[in-house]
Structures are given as structure tokens and as C-alpha cells.
T-cell receptor
Framework: GENVEQHPSTLSVQEGDSAVIKCTYS??????FPWYKQELGKRPQLIID?????GEKKDQRIAVTLNKTAKHFSLHITETQPEDSAVYFC???????????FGAGTTVTVRA | ETGVTQSPTHLIKTRGQQVTLRCSSQ?????VSWYQQALGQGPQFIFQ???????GRGNFPPRFSGLQFPNYSSELNVNALELDDSALYLC??????????????FGQGTRLTVV
């Protein structure tokens, strides 16, 4: 089955700086890669996703890049703000599969 | 508000007891997946239901079972509770068969504590 590894486990950045979280996956059949943000005590919320027919996708201050050859994808947050502090999870799935396989999460702290 | 609701929000049970957790999917969604999230970990897939039938199962023992109803709401049942079952249980709904077909929306979770 799919195995997703996520690094780093914790990340502390100064407000205004960039944050980068990296994930690798094992199943070459995976072609859907969502990123979820989970604030303390709240539900995971999708912030961006990418499918394997594209290499990069941006949404305002958030971007995701995908390298299918190397089987890794990354989340980039620019101009970080205190409200970006949360746990971020990457996930992978073949589009016809029944489950999302999640990484262990990255706790991001944005220092004011 | 995503529209996926779970009940109860918190629950304390004794080892060996049975528990039922409930999930109402977002309107228009016909797939419900259940995940277990231990403290400090990512969600782990338990099983998925599509149009009232199990559509896949993760590496969980048979004492974890589920149902999906005609209105696409779902239940997760856990028998013979163990201390290690203490976790946040999340359900997610999406439209279409499979997790990657459309965006999955999560409920707020049920925090289960087994003592």
C-alpha cells in the first residue's frame, strides 16, 4: 500500500518568511495529492490539492509542486502570517482508490 | 461550514464496552470514509462506504464495523474497546466512488477516550 512520509515534523518561522513542507510517497499509481490544515481542536480543511497532470498549482500565498519521477511533492507558504500556525498534513491517493494515505503532519508555528 | 457533522463530539468509555459514532455527510455526497487519528499522528483510514456498500478497508480488526444508510449518513461501531482505541475519529464525505475523485470534506471528529 501507499506510504507517505512528511518532513519536517515541526517548523518555526518568522512572520513574513516562507515555509516549505515536503512529502514523499511510495505508490507510483498515486495521482491525487491534497494538503490539509488542521487547527487545534478543529477539523482538517483542504487548502490546496494537485493532480498528476500538472507540476505546480498556486492559490494566493500557497503553492504545491509535484515531481512524479522522484515521487515527492511540497507545500510552499509565502509571507507567513500568525493565522498560518497549524498542523499541516499531506496525503496521496490513486483517483480510483478508496482511501487517502496521510503523512504524520507538520506543526507550523509562525512567530510574530 | 463544510456540512459534515459528527456526533457525539466527546465520549468516554470503559475498556471492553461498545461504542457507536455517527456521521452525516454533506448534501449531495454519496461516499463516507472513516479515519482514526491518534494524538500527534496523521489520520489512518479505517473503511469507506459508497452507496451503502463497503468500498474498501484499512488495516483495522473486525471489531471495527460500519454502516451507511440510504441518506448516506454513516455509523462506525467499535466492539470490545481497548485503551489503544482512544483517538479522534474523523469521517469525511465526498461525491463519487473513491477518495481522489472529488474533494473530501471532514467532520469535526469524535474524541473517544477509553479508560
Amino acid at each position: 500500500g501507499e506510504n507517505v512520509e512528511q518532513h519536517p515534523s515541526t517548523l518555526s518561522v518568522q512572520e513574513g518568511d516562507s515555509a516549505v513542507i515536503k512529502c514523499t510517497y511510495s505508490d507510483s499509481a498515486s495521482n491525487y495529492f491534497p494538503w490539509y490544515k488542521q487547527e487545534l481542536g478543529k477539523r482538517p480543511q483542504l487548502i490546496i490539492d494537485i493532480r498528476s497532470n500538472v507540476g505546480e498549482k498556486k492559490d494566493q500565498r500557497i503553492a504545491v509542486t509535484l515531481n512524479k519521477t522522484a515521487k515527492h511533492f511540497s507545500l510552499h507558504i509565502t509571507e507567513t502570517q500568525p493565522e498560518d500556525s497549524a498542523v499541516y498534513f499531506c496525503a496521496a491517493s490513486p483517483s480510483n482508490d478508496y482511501k487517502l494515505s496521510f503523512g504524520a503532519g507538520t506543526t507550523v508555528t509562525v512567530r510574530a | 461550514e463544510t456540512g459534515v457533522t459528527q456526533s457525539p463530539t466527546h465520549l468516554i468509555k470503559t475498556r471492553g464496552q461498545q461504542v457507536t459514532l455517527r456521521c452525516s455527510s454533506q448534501s449531495g455526497h454519496n461516499t463516507v470514509s472513516w479515519y482514526q487519528q491518534a494524538l500527534g499522528q496523521g489520520p489512518q483510514f479505517i473503511f469507506q462506504y459508497y452507496r451503502e456498500e463497503e468500498n474498501g478497508r484499512g488495516n483495522f480488526p473486525p471489531r471495527f464495523s460500519g454502516l451507511q444508510f440510504p441518506n448516506y449518513s454513516s455509523e462506525l461501531n467499535v466492539n470490545a474497546l481497548e485503551l489503544d482505541d482512544s483517538a479522534l475519529y474523523l469521517c469525511a464525505s465526498n461525491k463519487g466512488r473513491g477518495a481522489g475523485v472529488t474533494e473530501a470534506f471532514f467532520g469535526q471528529g469524535t474524541r473517544l477516550t477509553v479508560v
